[in-house]
Each structure stands twice: as structure tokens, then as C-alpha cells.
């Protein structure tokens, strides 16, 4: 088993301005998503992120406030999932409720550091 | 990873968090920031939806949203305050301890007086109450009521206006105030619930949101022992009650189906049991509202085991009482349509020709009129009149109705329309 990272970009209906309706039935079907995975024993850990923050380059010199991209681009959260490998690991992405708002998911090999 | 529990959020639970916050917020900073505290709202609950499935349904998600809420409306007055350089007493409030006001049922009802207070228009306080207490989108008003969202977001706009003109600080009304207060807060449910009630071609769904929402604004105030009385108890009969029928008025192909065919076994029996229960805590009055009166319409509808059962004289005998307090072209239409059921086609067409001016633009009454001519065998005027029924009818659902009725008068020679 190798784990992968799902790094969610946009996808969260930000720009259509959902109703608390939409909002709410997007969040549900969010969580059944994870819990699936969480119940075929494919998920790992993963945390949602805030859209603000700070760029810092330079040591610190130049700083500047996100967002960091074009709006849908935002990295919007993450997860770690256990995975054979890369195939199969996209394969579970397939279902993934970002992409009811055009958001995308980049899948990602961890290293690992076993030889 | 914890597991997301979809169990723990009702139906509809960000829309009612929603209107709640909302209140809560406007009673705390004045209804002048009105739109600042809608944007703060939406963004806890658009917070709300991207970090919950990752860790789980907060225990006590109401005070998540509200705390995030206020920071979030905290954080825009100082951005806002900063921008104009001058102090804004709410603004400059500490964030440290938040506390979420102990009755919270309270503010929602302070804002259901606020936007169906007589000084506001009666549709702005029917949008203003879908937008701000029942945390309907512009589009979902949009939907309700079949404009496009341009439209509902300028009629938006103009209620919004309006309500912070003329209400400044949300509040109760005292005993005395009650009185001429309440009323316009049962007509602007009555209203909420006949637009979503009303058959159409459109949105099914969201008019049967539109229904449930009137229904638990009543039920909002229902709760309050004050408000507690035999109009309210009457409206919230006379809206169960039709709303056990809601489903059976279209067939599966979208077909209307007129209560003589409805399989009343379908009805809903959840709504019914309600209906007759809020029905005989109604019925103690000595002076009788309309909403009783039509209630008890509804009443002798459902109670019935079989449409030929049902009670005409008792029905008569409401509709003329009604028309007295609360003469209308429709409640007419609708008193005439059970004067049939008693007197016949011949008197009735009598009574028909008798109200013709102010009925002319009425489809409704162009329908029933050939629905009596054509049981009287007068087959060329009844086509005639469906004609015009055609000409002024709006809604899809009746239009089909009408020509199945016109095709099925001309027999199957083919009728260009």
C-alpha cells in the first residue's frame, strides 16, 4: 500500500453563490464521499483549508495575502488515502463532489522513505 | 478521521440556521446593516460546508455558525471602519466572549414582526420573509415564483429598502400592539402559502418549500402563548389541510386532477391528523375569521370518506358566510361551484349570467361556466367559453387541462389551437 495525497482546487461553488440549501446538500454529499472512504479503509487523514493567508518569499521580505491563485484554482483542503498505486488511487477520486462545481483533484504519489 | 454524521443535520437546517443567525444578528447590530449581516451569515455557512466533512458536525453546530457569523461581521465593520476612518460603536465591540442570545426563538420572531410589520408592502414582506427568515437564495425566489432572477433580485433589493427604512430595531410587540400586528402576519403566511399551493407547470419542488415554510412561520408562532389564538390556529388548519392534498393534485405526467378524481387515500395523513387537530382548537370563537371559514371549507373536503359524501349543504352555508366578511371574485366562483352541487345547472347558469361583468377576466369562471353548459347540452357555447378560459389562463397545467376538456367536448375531430 502506498499513500496519496488528493489536493482539491476550487470545486466549492464559491463563484455561483449557492443558496444555504445547495450549500448544505454540497456538504452532505461531501461527507458521504469521505465517509465511503473512510469505511473501505482508503482514508487516511486530510484537513480542510481556510482561503486566507500569507505568501511569504524571500525570508520573509516579501509577503504578500492570498489567495495565492485565480480563484479556482484555491487549494481548498486536502486528503491522504491508501492506495496499490497511482491508477487506482485516481480511480477513487472519480466520485469526488468537487467536480459538481468544476473544481479539480490532484492526486499525488507520496515518497515514501522505505526502501 | 472522524466520521462526518449526515444524521445529525436535519432537512432544511442551513436555511433555518440561516434565518436564525440572521435575526439574531440584526437584533444586535440594527436592521442598517442589514446586507453585511446576510454576506457574514452565508460565509459561516459556506465555512461551514467546506471543513464539517472533514472532521465532523461540531456538537453545538448553531453557536459554530453564529460565532462565525459575528467574527466574520466583526471583521467587516473593522475593515469597513478602518476604510471611512471614523468609530462605529457596534463595530468596535470586543470578540473576546460571544455570547448567542438566550432565546433564540425569540429573535426569530422578532424578525418574523419585523418583515411582516403593516408598514411593509405585503410582497416585499412575503420575499423579505423567504429571504431573511427562511434562508431562501435569490434563485429559489426566483423559482417560486416564476420570474427571472434578475427580476428577483431588483424585487429583492426594493424590499430590503424598504425594511430598513422603516424598520429601525427589531422588537416584540407589546399586548397592545398584538392586535394590529398579528393580523398581517397571518395574511402574509396565507398569501406565502397560496403562491406555493397554486398548481403550475413550475418548480414542484420549490413550491412545496414555499408551503412548508408558511407553515412553519405559523408554527413559530404558535409556540408564544400570546399569539396562540383561534385566527392562527385556523390558518395553521386551513394550510394543513390543503397541503394533505398537495401531492394528488397532479397526476404522474403532471396532469391536474380535480378533487372529484383524487384518490383520497393519498392524501396526507400526518397533515390531516394536524389539520383536525389545530381545526377543533379553532373552533371555541364566538366571532368567526375567514381563515376559520375556510379552514372549515377544508374541512368538510377532507373530512369526507368519498367525494360524493361530501357535506354541499354545510359547504353552502360557509362560502355565503365568507363572502359576507371577505366578498372576493374567486371565493364566488367557488361558492357557485357547490350551489351546483345543490341547485343544479339551470340555476346555476342563472346565477353565472347574473355576475358576468366583473367575471369576464376570470378563467376560472369561463371554465365552470362551460363545464355547466355542456352539462346542459350546450355544447357550442361551452366550447366557446373554454376559448376565453383559454385565452386568459397563465399557468401550464391548466392550459393542458382546458384543451383535454375542449378535445374531449369536440369529440376526436381534430381542433387547431
Known amino acids: 500500500m502506498k499513500k496519496y495525497l488528493y489536493l482539491f482546487r476550487g470545486g466549492d461553488g464559491r463563484n455561483v453563490n449557492q443558496s444555504p440549501q445547495q450549500m448544505q446538500e454540497h456538504m452532505e454529499k461531501w461527507g458521504v464521499w469521505m465517509n465511503g472512504l473512510n469505511e473501505k479503509g482508503i482514508l487516511d487523514s486530510g484537513l480542510p483549508l481556510a482561503n486566507e493567508g500569507k505568501v511569504v518569499a524571500k525570508k520573509g521580505q516579501d509577503i504578500t495575502d492570498g489567495p495565492f491563485a485565480e480563484g479556482a484554482e484555491i487549494v481548498g483542503g486536502y486528503l491522504i488515502v491508501n492506495a496499490k498505486n497511482l491508477e487506482e488511487a485516481t480511480n477513487f477520486s472519480k466520485e469526488c463532489p468537487i467536480f459538481e462545481y468544476e473544481g479539480t483533484v490532484e492526486v499525488r504519489e507520496i515518497s515514501s522513505m522505505e526502501m | ?417
Open chain 2, 1 to 417: 478521521m472522524p466520521n462526518f454524521d449526515t444524521q445529525k443535520i436535519l432537512d432544511h437546517y442551513f436555511r433555518r440556521e440561516y434565518g436564525k443567525t440572521v435575526a439574531m444578528l440584526l437584533s444586535r447590530f440594527g436592521s442598517d446593516k442589514l446586507e453585511l449581516v446576510e454576506d457574514a451569515v452565508q460565509e459561516a455557512l459556506f465555512k461551514a460546508m467546506k471543513s464539517w466533512p472533514y472532521q465532523k458536525v461540531p456538537d453545538k453546530p448553531e453557536a459554530w455558525i453564529y460565532r462565525t457569523s459575528y467574527n466574520q461581521l466583526i471583521d467587516t465593520l473593522r475593515k469597513e471602519e478602518r476604510r471611512n476612518k471614523h468609530t462605529d460603536k457596534s463595530s468596535s465591540e470586543p470578540t473576546g466572549e460571544i455570547k448567542i442570545p438566550d432565546l433564540i426563538e425569540d429573535e426569530e420572531l422578532k424578525m418574523v414582526f419585523a418583515c411582516c410589520n403593516p408598514l411593509i408592502k405585503e410582497k416585499n414582506s412575503i420575499i423579505l420573509s423567504l429571504k431573511l427568515i427562511g434562508g431562501f437564495s435569490v434563485t429559489e425566489i426566483a423559482r417560486a415564483f416564476m420570474m427571472n432572477e434578475e427580476a428577483a433580485k431588483k424585487a429583492l433589493q426594493r424590499a430590503r429598502k424598504e425594511f430598513k427604512e422603516k424598520i429601525k430595531n427589531l422588537a416584540l410587540p407589546t399586548d397592545f400592539q398584538l392586535k394590529e400586528k398579528l393580523p398581517r402576519v397571518l395574511k402574509v403566511i396565507y398569501l406565502m402559502f397560496n403562491e406555493g399551493y397554486k398548481a403550475s407547470d413550475g418548480d414542484e419542488l420549490i413550491k412545496e418549500d414555499l408551503c412548508g415554510e408558511a407553515l412553519r412561520l405559523s408554527l413559530i408562532l404558535i409556540e408564544k402563548e400570546e399569539l396562540a389564538t383561534d385566527s392562527l390556529y385556523a390558518l395553521i388548519s386551513l394550510i394543513c389541510f390543503k397541503a394533505a392534498r398537495f401531492e394528488c393534485r397532479t397526476d404522474m405526467e403532471g396532469n391536474l386532477v380535480t378533487m372529484e378524481n383524487q384518490d383520497r387515500s393519498k392524501y396526507n395523513s400526518e397533515y390531516l391528523k394536524w389539520g383536525f387537530f389545530y381545526f377543533s382548537k379553532a373552533g371555541s370563537q364566538s366571532k368567526r375569521s375567514a381563515y376559520f371559514l375556510e379552514a372549515a371549507i377544508e374541512y368538510y373536503y377532507n373530512s369526507a370518506t368519498a367525494y360524493s359524501s361530501i357535506r354541499w349543504d354545510k359547504q353552502l352555508a360557509l362560502h355565503i358566510e365568507l363572502q359576507k366578511i371577505k366578498p372576493s371574485v374567486n371565493g364566488y366562483l367557488h361558492f357557485l361551484i357547490v350551489y351546483h352541487k345543490i341547485e343544479g345547472a339551470t340555476k346555476t347558469l342563472e346565477a353565472l349570467k347574473k355576475a358576468q361583468p366583473q367575471f369576464q377576466e376570470n378563467h376560472l369562471y369561463h371554465t365552470f361556466k362551460a363545464e355547466i353548459l355542456q352539462e346542459l347540452n350546450e355544447l357550442a357555447k361551452a366550447k366557446e367559453h373554454l376559448h376565453l378560459a383559454l385565452n386568459l389562463v397563465k399557468n401550464n397545467i391548466e392550459r393542458k387541462y382546458l384543451r383535454q376538456k375542449l378535445h374531449s367536448i369536440s369529440g376526436n375531430n381534430s381542433i387547431s389551437l
